[in-house]
């Protein structure tokens, strides 16, 4: 098929760049870890893990069981969601294009030779040398921008400022253990409501807003990660739809790989002339 992508990874920002591929009628196979410490389930494919199906903004995303099944869902014009964390039906698919979208601000294994086009998100790839482009994933002027040489910018670790909250935005385990949930994503919450607990430790709310990501519950965690997200600006449609980030750098994604391909054939043409 030579307009099948493989995305590593399956949470929001992945499942960005999934839901432009597959609008523009790319096939689409992504993998996922067995238990996806994902928070913004509801734009996330990562979700299909968990219930078997799930649907961001119209495109469906369902669990396949095989690279084989993954191959058919795709072709079904569906996104497929495949458990394979170490990437392994790489070489059994053999898709035109691998875009690694873990986002973990380094490679944790994705080779130049992987595919004729190789895309990855973020810090941690060298365009040029292990990846053919990097696309820019930090907020501000170069959001999505596609990096033919080089590196996209290091990851300053403090998350961007909306309606004046930053870092507080994001919700944080307060302790070790397994992680429940007793709020809803798109509830509108109070600052000081218990939105969850780890082990016998409540989740607190920072501020008022709309809870806009929060970890499934059942999932173990450690003390300081990441179970989920506020947003003060309490717009709940913002709960449910793909952020203005995941689109930016989905089309990042759409250009590079759409460039790549052009750039392949004319060199195929030449070499054959």
Do not use: W
Not at 79 to 102: Q, Y
Not at 108 to 115: K, L, N, V, Y
Not at 229 to 234: E, F, G, L, M, T
Not at 246 to 271: C, K, P, Q
């Amino acid at each position: 098929m030579d307009n099948l992508v493989m995305i590593k990874g399956a949470g929001d920002l992945a499942s960005g760049v999934a839901y432009r591929l597959v609008r523009c009628g790319f096939r689409v196979v992504m993998t996922e870890l067995a238990q996806p410490t994902v928070v913004r389930r509801t734009v996330a494919f990562a979700q299909a893990v968990f219930d078997g199906h799930t649907v961001v903004e119209g495109v469906c995303g369902r669990l396949a069981g095989s690279a084989s099944e993954a191959l058919a869902v795709a072709r079904a014009r569906e996104v497929a969601v495949l458990i394979d964390p170490d990437g392994d039906a790489v070489a059994v698919l053999r898709p035109s294009i691998v875009v690694d979208a873990i986002v973990a601000k380094r490679n944790t294994g994705t080779r130049r030779d992987d595919a004729p086009v190789v895309i990855g998100l973020g810090p941690g790839f060298r365009a040029g040398v292990d990846v053919h482009a990097a696309i820019e994933t930090n907020r501000g002027h170069r959001l999505g921008r596609v990096i033919l040489n080089g590196e996209a910018e290091p990851d300053t670790g403090v998350p961007a400022s909306v309606d004046g909250r930053g870092a507080e935005r994001v919700l944080r385990a307060p302790a070790g253990g397994v992680f429940s949930g007793v709020r809803l994503i798109g509830d509108r919450v109070a600052a000081g409501e218990v939105l969850g607990y780890v082990a016998d430790e409540p989740l607190l709310c920072p501020f008022d807003g709309c809870l806009r990501g929060l970890l499934q519950t059942g999932i173990g965690v450690h003390v300081g990660m990441k179970v989920g997200d506020v947003d003060p600006r309490a717009t709940r449609e913002h709960c449910f739809t793909v952020s203005d980030k995941a689109l930016a750098i989905g089309g990042g994604v759409l250009e590079a790989a759409l460039y790549l391909l052009d750039r392949r054939a004319l060199e195929l043409t030449a070499s054959r002339a």
